[in-house]
């Protein structure tokens, strides 16, 4: 499936201070995003940028928005990050031109876009001050006092913090941002390789503490899909041997002397196994019931059995999901 993704940053502004770390964020953004960890093709990545060639004003910001949206069917993402601000009408991100009383584009309209596009999925990540506010529709709030989401299915909103909270720079670098990049580079991956906007979002918010910045997470997704695809730790051949080791999910595989590689009684096809087994142990699939040394199991005898996510994954398998 088709995937593109505008990814904008905004360092200099002409009414508003200056920023530092947005369009370095936004370059690495496109640089994590345009290739899988294998360097195969992930999204079509349109940066713009501020310094650059064109103003981002909201005039030229909302063209890019059509033109990312318009009769697309694939999976989109929009990336942004500058200053963003909150208002009696709803939150804005604020362009180049932005002042404190006319600052930008409403989060608001961004939101409306991408529920009303065709796209099979769209991920929004925004890092700017007050970005929580993005996907909660100014006109509601007067009548929920919870704050709740208005997403159709597909759309996710990844926000650097709550609707009433700053988002912050450290050492020349936005927290958020710097995360989120981190979890994209296999932090936030899967035994499978496969890191979703969920795994990112709990990556960031695992290491963000209670007096930081809160990130937010708001989605209407019927299926996580990867956001990009990192080396997995198993492959999903190796996953599909799990009912050839264990009948079944419960079963004790018992090792012996003949599994390990240094044993003069080694046999080949048990060796290839033990290796098979180490694997999927280091994955955390796999657990000898007495310790956590194979080679201690098999020159006991020992059983090795499946852990919970082996269960999983061996339940996958014999569903067909794998």
Same mark, same amino acid.
């Given at each position: 499936?088709?995937?593109?993704?505008?990814?904008?940053?905004?360092?200099?502004?002409?009414?508003? !201070?200056? /920023?530092?770390?947005?369009?370095?964020?936004?370059?690495?953004?496109?640089?994590?995003?345009? $290739?899988?960890?294998?360097?195969?093709?992930?999204?079509?990545?349109?940066?713009?940028?501020? +310094?650059?060639?064109?103003?981002?004003?909201?005039?030229?910001?909302? #063209?890019? *928005?059509?033109?990312?949206?318009?009769?697309?069917?694939?999976?989109?993402?929009?990336?942004?990050?500058?200053?963003?601000?909150?208002?009696?009408?709803?939150?804005?991100?604020?362009? =180049?031109?932005?002042?404190?009383? @006319?600052?930008?584009?409403?989060?608001? @309209?961004?939101? #409306?876009?991408?529920?009303?596009?065709?796209?099979?999925?769209?991920?929004?990540?925004?890092?700017?001050?007050?970005?929580?506010?993005?996907?909660? +529709?100014?006109?509601?709030?007067?009548?929920?006092?919870?704050? $709740?989401?208005? /997403?159709?299915?597909?759309?996710?909103? /990844?926000?650097?913090?709550?609707?009433?909270?700053?988002?912050?720079?450290?050492?020349? =670098?936005?927290? %958020?941002?710097?995360?989120?990049?981190?979890?994209? $580079?296999?932090?936030? &991956?899967?035994?499978?390789?496969?890191? !979703?906007?969920?795994?990112?979002?709990?990556?960031?918010?695992?290491?963000?503490?209670? *007096?930081?910045?809160?990130?937010?997470?708001?989605?209407?997704?019927?299926?996580?899909?990867?956001? $990009? /695809?990192?080396?997995?730790?198993?492959?999903? &051949?190796?996953?599909?041997?799990?009912?050839?080791?264990?009948?079944?999910?419960?079963?004790?595989?018992?090792?012996?002397?003949?599994?390990?590689?240094?044993?003069?009684?080694?046999?080949?096809?048990?060796?290839?196994?033990? #290796?098979? %087994?180490?694997?999927?142990?280091? &994955?955390?699939?796999?657990?000898?019931?007495?310790?956590?040394?194979?080679?201690?199991? &098999?020159?006991?005898?020992?059983?090795?059995?499946?852990?919970?996510?082996?269960?999983?994954? *061996?339940?996958?398998?014999?569903?067909?999901?794998?």
């Amino acid at each position: 499936m088709p995937r593109r993704a505008l990814i904008v940053g905004i360092n200099n502004y002409e009414n508003v !201070s200056t /920023l530092n770390s947005c369009v370095a964020d936004a370059e690495a953004m496109v640089e994590v995003l345009s $290739r899988h960890q294998d360097n195969s093709v992930n999204f079509d990545c349109r940066p713009f940028l501020a +310094p650059g060639p064109e103003r981002i004003t909201r005039v030229a910001l909302r #063209k890019l *928005w059509r033109e990312l949206f318009h009769d697309f069917r694939g999976d989109v993402l929009f990336y942004f990050s500058g200053h963003g601000t909150q208002t009696e009408t709803g939150g804005y991100l604020v362009t =180049q031109e932005g002042t404190p009383d @006319d600052p930008g584009l409403a989060m608001d @309209d961004l939101a #409306k876009m991408a529920n009303d596009s065709s796209a099979s999925t769209v991920l929004i990540i925004l890092d700017c001050c007050f970005s929580g506010a993005a996907g909660n +529709p100014a006109a509601l709030q007067a009548s929920f006092s919870d704050g $709740r989401t208005v /997403l159709r299915e597909g759309v996710t909103i /990844l926000a650097a913090s709550r609707g009433t909270q700053a988002a912050l720079e450290t050492g020349g =670098q936005s927290v %958020f941002t710097s995360l989120v990049l981190g979890a994209l $580079r296999g932090g936030a &991956a899967d035994i499978r390789g496969k890191v !979703s906007a969920a795994s990112i979002y709990g990556y960031a918010e695992s290491a963000l503490g209670s *007096w930081q910045q809160r990130p937010l997470y708001k989605s209407h997704a019927a299926n996580l899909e990867p956001v $990009r /695809l990192c080396t997995p730790k198993v492959t999903d &051949a190796e996953l599909r041997d799990l009912p050839k080791y264990f009948p079944h999910s419960d079963f004790r595989y018992q090792l012996d002397l003949t599994y390990e590689e240094t044993c003069g009684a080694a046999k080949p096809a048990h060796v290839a196994i033990f #290796k098979a %087994f180490k694997r999927l142990q280091l &994955a955390g699939l796999l657990t000898p019931i007495y310790g956590d040394d194979l080679y201690w199991a &098999a020159e006991r005898s020992f059983h090795v059995v499946l852990t919970e996510l082996g269960r999983f994954y *061996w339940q996958l398998v014999r569903n067909g999901r794998i």
